[in-house]
């Protein structure tokens, strides 16, 4: 194996690709967010609704 030239080095190009794994990823995320946005407000809510069960 012989070793690159600046020059060549320069020339080598990728590795900025946006892949199916990196896709998925982000809506995981993205949902996961959201679900838990949705799990707050829904205690917010219950909470001054006073509909929440009392801890005893």
Not at 8 to 36: P, V
Not at 45 to 51: P, Q
Request: glycine share 10%; net charge positive; proline share 2%.
């Amino acid at each position: 194996m012989r070793k690159l030239e600046r020059d060549e080095m320069l020339k080598i190009e990728g590795g900025s690709t946006l892949s199916s794994t990196l896709i998925s990823a982000l809506t995981r995320a993205g949902n996961t967010i959201m679900d838990i946005g949705r799990s707050l407000g829904s205690a917010i809510r219950r909470i001054y609704e006073g509909s929440s069960c009392p801890l005893e």
